[in-house]
């Protein structure tokens, strides 16, 4: 009885629209928002982003999570430090912009105090692992998501290499041409609306970047290895020598200045 009040569900946005639509081929004049409204709820329905309540208080949300978390950190490793350099913008059209990551609003309020202590940002409530938080935001926080408009990360998981990230044996996987051009045309396109050539010589720079750095892997004839550029990053003995460093510098300095007067 459940699954068919469930799935009773689905039918009801067609057989609203139909009635709406019906309406307006035999003369009945209804306000055209109260359709775009409806048209609107059909299209969320059908692109699986609206969030279902479920009978143990979650709702669902038809987007991996992990894999956008994932996602979110190879552009943050491997895209935003070149994208900072070159000082560009990019566009809100892009789908790797914050503002397209569903999640984005909720794992930036994720406080991770300790090893075994993750608290909620928005009511403070701790717990031992980040899975008990992810549950507590599906739970408490779901309505701060950004499934109106947003975008899933994890749906760019293909073009941007999550598999060689989270499992490295994967790569010795027989390769799958069909799947290798369906990743390579979504990171084209990625490069493409991301990093418009038109739009000056930074993003074409980094349009040329991306393509290296992330499409020419997606190939089974030997493509270049992805994710090859990553910023170096100092480790803590480079700043202690250059701590160490400026301070002898002025021990010097003003050693030399008191000798002289």
């Not at 909720?106 to 993750?118: A, D, F, L, P």
């Not at 926080?141 to 998981?157: E, F, P, R, T, V």
Request: glycine share 4%; with cysteine; hydrophobic share 30%.
């Amino acid at each position: 009885m459940e699954k068919s009040n469930s799935n009773s569900k689905c039918p009801s946005h067609l057989i609203l629209l139909c009635f709406l639509i019906s309406s307006q081929f035999w003369g009945f004049s209804l306000p055209t928002s109260i359709i775009q409204q409806h048209l609107k709820g059909f299209k969320d329905h059908v692109d699986g982003r609206v969030s279902k309540p479920r009978e143990d208080g979650f709702h669902e949300i038809h987007c991996s999570r992990e894999r956008s978390r994932v996602a979110w950190k190879i552009i943050q490793e491997y895209l935003m430090p070149y994208v900072e350099k070159e000082r560009y913008q990019l566009p809100t059209t892009c789908r790797v912009h914050r503002d397209n990551d569903i999640y984005r609003e909720q794992e930036e309020h994720k406080v991770h105090s300790g090893i075994n202590e993750w608290r909620c940002g928005f009511c403070k409530k701790a717990f031992y692992e980040e899975k008990y938080l992810d549950k507590h935001f599906d739970s408490r926080h779901y309505n701060l998501l950004n499934a109106s408009h947003g975008k899933c990360l994890a749906d760019l998981c293909g073009a941007l290499h999550c598999d060689l990230v989270v499992n490295t044996a994967r790569l010795k996987s027989k390769c799958n041409p069909a799947a290798a051009a369906k990743n390579r045309h979504l990171c084209e396109s990625l490069a493409n609306s991301c990093f418009p050539v038109n739009k000056g010589p930074s993003a074409n720079r980094l349009h040329d970047f991306f393509l290296r750095q992330f499409c020419d892997a997606h190939t089974c004839s030997g493509g270049s290895r992805p994710l090859s550029k990553k910023p170096k990053k100092r480790g803590k003995l480079y700043i202690i020598i250059s701590i160490s460093t400026l301070i002898v510098l002025l021990l010097y300095y003003s050693f030399v200045y008191l000798f002289q007067r």
